[in-house]
């Protein structure tokens, strides 16, 4: 009788090398005797690599996996490469995306205007120079809302580096508020992850536990309030030993910070293998 | 045909007779335990994978005409049973930081690879795509245009439209990337290597 096909969740805890000896053996014998075994776990191992290059996976599982794929340095190119490939592959689809879509408004357009009666160009023109000028207004509108919009960010984003700063680390900062924050996602905050929003609090001092074993030579924090798509990223950051262990310092101006769900992506940066990220989050209270 | 061997060439028409009476299928066979065995020196970290593998089939090369005669069972299970002891003397003389001299059964403890640029990835992958024919390039740009939920659409479609199930072009796409990958690294130590001469 044929033995039965391992299941793809022991297939995956079997490539992220969580399972014991002997379970690891009788896989091994199957994915050299069994076509159809081996043809499994090379698919999963591939969408293994993919969800790790897609960030997809646990931070646990991250780490199981950088052990077990990122453990030499030509282990470590290899998954360079993989990025690589699906990087051009999808940026290749945008641009021709992107192209495909501006050749075909114009045909469609202007056949659109092909019309037999020429008694209908008069109207249909009048029509166009309004939608025109309209458009023109609107466009304007658009373009100053934006330039304020980048001067905004651009404002805050110098703020935020001025606080980063490296030779503003370690400065005790007046009226500033202290957050010890370990990874989590939103799903885990609690009121330990909580502060409450104080006219007299200017600035909020984070302190992001790093507790991947890999150390990076510098970080970057994206910052988010949940269900808003502004990020502002703050670039720069290096890692501290503090009391409870590896920690990044992060400091935000309170004024930035309005009440709701905040998350933050803490990726490495500067090494050779992609970075690994860690994410954290707090409630800010009225 | 097992690279550095110094079994003699019928030894070797022997193995492939013992792995299989049907030549053809042996050599078939031949080959994906050659590809498995790679990929599981690979999983132990194994500095050389190609060169245990060529030491895993030379090992059973001098043992197969005794083995045709008293073996029973699928060969494929005596080729796994000598790569773990070969996995097994790689691990010890790897935790006892020895030096040997047997390159084949160990090599040298791994090198440290310096991260290439990325535009050197780059060049090396435009390269590679060229040297595909239009219909593979095409295929794996289309495989990994889309990424996290959106692929999966994006797979189905390619596979509705090359007529195969999704298994079929996963496993296929694994073999086409796994083709480019080896393309990029050999272009990548040319590179190194000039580098390193200028």
């Known amino acids: 009788m044929k033995e039965e096909f391992p299941a793809d969740a022991l297939i995956r805890r079997f490539l992220l090398g969580d399972v014991d000896e002997e379970e690891r ?13 081996y043809e499994k776990i090379i698919v999963l191992e591939d969408e293994l690599i993919e969800d790790y290059l897609e960030n997809s996976l646990t931070a646990s599982d991250r ?35 992107r192209a495909r879509s501006a050749k075909s408004k114009w045909p469609n357009f202007l056949s659109a ?37 980048t001067n905004r960010r651009a404002a805050i984003e110098r703020e935020l580096a001025d606080l980063n700063a490296p030779s503003g680390v370690g400065k005790v900062t007046p009226q500033a508020f202290s957050l010890v924050l370990p990874p989590g996602s939103v799903r885990s905050v609690g009121p330990e ?27 970057q924090a994206v910052l988010r309030r949940v269900g808003d798509s502004e990020r502002l990223t703050i670039p720069n950051l290096h890692v501290q030993e503090t009391a409870g262990g590896a920690a990044v310092p992060l400091k935000l101006p309170a004024h930035i910070l309005t009440r709701g769900l905040y998350q933050i992506t803490l990726s490495g940066v500067g090494s050779d293998a992609p970075g690994q990220a860690e994410e954290y989050s707090f409630r800010v209270r009225d | 045909m097992p690279q550095n061997s110094d079994a003699p060439p019928e030894s070797f028409d022997e193995l492939l007779a013992w792995i299989n009476p049907d030549r053809e299928l042996a050599a078939a066979t031949y080959l994906d335990i050659r590809r498995a065995l790679v990929k599981i020196f690979r999983w132990y970290h194994c500095a050389d994978p190609e060169g245990m593998t060529d030491e895993t089939f030379e090992r059973v090369t001098k043992q197969v005409h005794h083995l045709r005669e008293t073996f029973e069972g699928d060969p494929k299970h005596f080729f796994y049973g000598v790569a773990r002891n070969l996995i097994k003397e790689y691990q010890k003389t790897v935790k006892s930081y020895v030096s040997i ?44 245009a889309r990424e996290k939920s959106a692929k999966i659409e994006q797979r189905i479609a390619v596979a509705e439209q090359l007529g195969v199930s999704i298994e079929t072009l996963r496993v296929r796409m694994y073999r086409l990337r796994m083709a480019l990958e080896q393309c990029i690294e050999r272009c990548l130590d040319e590179l190194e290597r000039a580098n390193e001469t200028d």
């Open chain 1, 25 to 37: 053996e009788r896989i091994e014998r199957r994915f050299i005797s069994d076509h159809e075994v």
């Open chain 1, 63 to 97: 780490e199981k996996f950088y052990a077990q794929y990122g453990h030499t340095p030509e282990e470590r190119r290899r998954l360079r490469i993989v990025k690589a490939i699906k990087d051009h592959a999808v940026a290749e689809a945008m641009s021709s995306q």
């Open chain 1, 113 to 149: 205007l092909r019309l037999r009666n020429p008694g209908f160009l008069i109207p249909v023109a009048t029509v166009l120079i309004i939608a025109f000028v309209a458009g023109l207004v609107w466009l304007m509108d658009i373009r100053n809302k934006r330039a304020e919009e």
């Open chain 1, 193 to 219: 992850n909580e502060f409450r929003a104080r006219t007299d609090i200017r600035v909020v001092e984070l302190q992001l536990l790093w507790t991947q074993k890999e150390q990076y030579p510098g970080y």
């Open chain 2, 101 to 144: 001299d047997d390159v084949q059964l160990a090599g040298d403890p791994p090198q440290e690879v310096d991260e290439e640029s990325s535009e050197m990835r780059e060049e090396c992958l435009s390269s590679c795509l060229q040297n595909l024919t239009t219909e593979k390039r095409d295929l794996i740009l289309a495989y990994y």
